[in-house]
């Protein structure tokens, strides 16, 4: 049965309820959060009357909407049966607000060099009725801090001798500003500042850049950044990188050479090479002064070298070496003398020009006074030092790179034959003199005054060349041929031309002279020219101009003078001569060279045959065209008669290439050293020597032969 409540109760039901329901807008008024700034760090709120937010904090948080909950449920009806009760209201849950704090912002820059790192932004973090006991999910306020992170992107190569790197990199932040990166090079003890990009610091993502100046040594670099609100990287998170600069060379320890001189023709170089900071990467050595370089191979701490065959000579040995940081060291210069044999001269040839200047049959060569000639030789034993000495004249000559030969110019001025002698020295200070022929130089041309014979000077003497395919006459080019074209004279009135076959005539031109023209020329082979030439001074009339300084008034002349110019030409007489050194009738020295197959020949071999004995050297060209003659002469000998070609200071290796390369079919020995040669006298490249069957010499010759001229001296031999 229902009960019926009284006035009062319905009264105190309704209060009871309204004051309920009047708590809970309360509340929620009251926990809604006010607007702030940022995450409230650089400000806390903003007050009725302020309504924008400092330009680093960012812009005002709107508050969240209150969240209200639902009316309370009405109480049931009592009925009228039930027994009088005070009733118990109950009471709704009180909502938990949403509340939002902004992200850190930054705060100035710490004064100690490890500030304790501040909370960032705090986010709402949902629980789960368990954690409550209650039935309702409840949300409550947890801090979160975001840190700054920070990358190096750009480095430079390690090792290396730059002792300025530069490093980029970049820095940002999830939520807030960065203000600033730092870097440390003593293991985070002390920072320092590194260089926006941009010029500053002031937002989530930067770039920075980093150049150092600093001295050899291990360095390990790291990178850090911090936020507005002083908010540090991890110092797990730090970004970091390890690297070496060295300046200081590899260190080279080279010991002396020893022996020195050695007649180790394959001698071991060894060296040391040690590096503090770096890794040791090549060792180089180089025999000829720096010219060329060769690997050293590593064998345990040393570095070693063990040469290909060396030859008589002096070698300029140093070392060099490089690390893996760029840098490079080389030692101090040795020279080594290997020495086996003393200086030898294996042949010599005297040019002017692109002419050779080929000797008689005497070993006789023709020059002129005035003109330069070049003198070419060959050498073995390692000469250091080599001249040419005739009488009082001396010439030094130069070793050509990376061969056995010796060159150099050669001028007299005197008239006269002169025996040249070679003068050579090695590294072990052995000496050769030896005489390789003589030169007979003709005099002068001279040209003077036909009326009372004395030398003209200022004379224009002028070389014309007849051009046949041009059917033209053309100033002959000298310089092609070390001689100047024209010719100036002096006070002596001297000029001289040594012309190359062809056909030339002479014209000499003298202010008050009648123009004088030589007769045409024609030579078949290299001659001098130094006709003396007598000049017509031309004719004048008296006249009486003494206040203009004229006594008198030349002529013209039309019609130049004549004269006849002789050519002095070598006679090329290829009748045998005895050598001055080795008489007709002695025993020909004996020999034991190899051939091209590398079996040993001996001169005793051939006894009871005619021999022909060709001395020759591949750089000597009046060689190479007796080469091609002596191809051909050997196949028509018959039975009783021998060819036999020596190399000179050759190698078997090169002569055999140079046979095959131009097919060339002949007995030939290679004498390396030159040491036959020597014993044979030989000066001029080639030269021949006729010896009878009984192995006596009967003839030696210089100079290149034909056919006729092989042929003819066998012929002569019983």
């Known amino acids: 049965m229902n009960r019926i409540i009284s006035s009062k109760e319905f009264v105190l039901v309704f209060l009871l309820g309204f004051l309920l329901t009047s708590s809970v807008l309360v509340s929620s008024i009251l926990a809604a959060p006010k607007k702030t700034c940022g995450n409230g760090v650089c400000q806390p709120s903003l007050d009725e009357n302020t309504s924008s937010c400092p330009a680093d904090c960012g812009n005002p948080t709107p508050p969240p909407t209150p969240t209200l909950t639902p009316s309370p449920t009405p109480p049931p009806t009592i009925t009228p049966t039930s ?43 949902e629980r789960t009725p368990e954690d409550f006991g209650s039935s309702e999910p409840t949300t409550t306020a947890h801090s979160i801090t975001y840190y700054p992170s920070v990358t190096i992107t750009k480095t430079p190569a390690t090792p290396s001798n730059n002792t300025n790197p530069s490093f980029t990199g970049e820095a940002s932040i999830e939520n807030g500003v960065i203000s600033q ?50 908010v540090y990287t991890q110092p797990e998170n730090y970004s970091s990188f390890s690297f070496v600069i060295a300046t200081t060379p590899p260190r080279i320890s080279f010991p002396p050479l020893i022996p020195n001189p050695t007649k180790d023709q394959t001698p071991t170089i060894l060296a040391q090479v040690t590096s503090r900071l770096t ?35 002096n070698y300029d040995i140093s070392i060099r070496a490089f690390d893996n940081a760029g840098n490079t060291s080389s030692s101090q210069t040795q020279t080594l003398i290997v020495d086996t044999i003393p200086p030898i001269v294996g042949g010599s040839q005297f040019s002017l020009g692109p002419q050779v200047l080929k000797p008689n049959n005497d070993g006789i060569t023709q020059l002129v006074a005035g003109a330069k000639s070049k003198i070419v030789l060959s050498m073995k034993g390692g000469p250091t030092k080599v001249q040419a000495i005739s009488n009082d004249d001396t010439f030094d000559l130069t070793r050509q790179t990376g061969t056995n030969l010796w060159y150099g110019d050669i001028t007299f001025n005197d008239p006269g034959t002169k025996d040249v002698t070679i003068y050579a020295i090695d590294g072990a200070q052995n000496e050769l003199k030896r005489s390789i022929g003589s030169v007979k130089v003709e005099d002068f041309g001279k040209i003077f005054n036909a009326h009372d014979n004395e030398p003209v000077g200022n004379v224009i003497v002028t070389v014309y060349y007849f051009q046949s395919d041009y059917n033209h006459w053309f100033v002959w080019d000298g310089l092609s041929f070390g001689e100047r074209n024209p010719q100036v ?19 000499a031109k003298a202010p008050g002279f009648v ?92 006894l009871g045959k005619k021999i022909l004995l060709s001395f020759f050297s591949t750089w000597s060209s009046s060689s190479q065209e007796q080469i091609a003659v002596l191809s051909s002469f050997s196949g028509g000998l018959n039975s009783d008669s021998i060819s036999l070609a020596i190399a000179v200071q050759e190698s078997v290796s090169g002569i055999e290439t140079f046979m095959r390369r131009g097919k060339y079919i002949f007995p030939v020995v290679v004498d390396e050293n030159g040491k036959t040669a020597s014993n044979y006298r030989v000066s001029s490249l080639p030269m021949h020597y006729l010896i009878n069957p009984e192995g006596n010499i009967q003839a030696s010759i210089t100079g290149v032969l034909d056919l006729n001229e092989l042929n003819e001296l066998l012929q002569k031999l019983p």
């Open 181 to 230: 990166v730092e870097y440390s090079l003593d293991g985070g003890d002390s920072w320092l500042q590194t260089s926006s990009v941009d010029g500053s610091y002031d937002s989530p993502n930067e770039s920075y850049s980093l150049p150092l100046t600093l001295a050899e040594g291990n360095y390990t670099l790291l990178i850090r950044s911090k936020s507005l609100a002083q």
């Open 279 to 313: 890794q040791v990467e090549t060792v180089q050595i180089t025999l000829d002064g720096g010219n060329s370089w060769k690997p050293m191979k590593r064998v345990g701490r040393n570095y070693t070298y063990t040469s290909t065959k060396l030859e008589d000579s």
């Open 515 to 606: 123009n004088t023209q030589s007769e045409i020329i024609e030579q078949n082979s290299i001659g001098v020219i130094n006709a003396n030439i007598p000049l017509s001074p031309k004719q004048a009339i008296p006249i009486n101009l003494s206040q203009f300084g004229i006594n008198s008034l030349s002529l013209p002349s039309f019609i130049p003078n004549t004269f006849t110019a002789i050519s002095v030409e070598k006679p090329l007489d290829s009748t045998p001569s005895s050598s001055a050194d080795l008489s007709v009738g002695t025993q020909a020295p004996a020999f034991t060279l190899p051939n091209l197959k590398n079996e040993q020949i001996d001169l005793a071999a051939f």
């Open 489 to 507: 004279t002096n006070e002596t009135g001297h000029y001289s031309f040594m012309l190359p076959p062809g056909k030339y005539y002479l014209e």
């Open 83 to 125: 027994p009088p009760q005070t009733p118990t209201p109950t009471s709704p849950p009180t909502p938990n607000p949403t509340t939002t704090t902004a992200p850190p912002t930054a705060s100035p820059t710490p004064t100690s060099s490890n500030p304790t790192p501040t909370d960032g932004v705090t986010v709402p973090t």
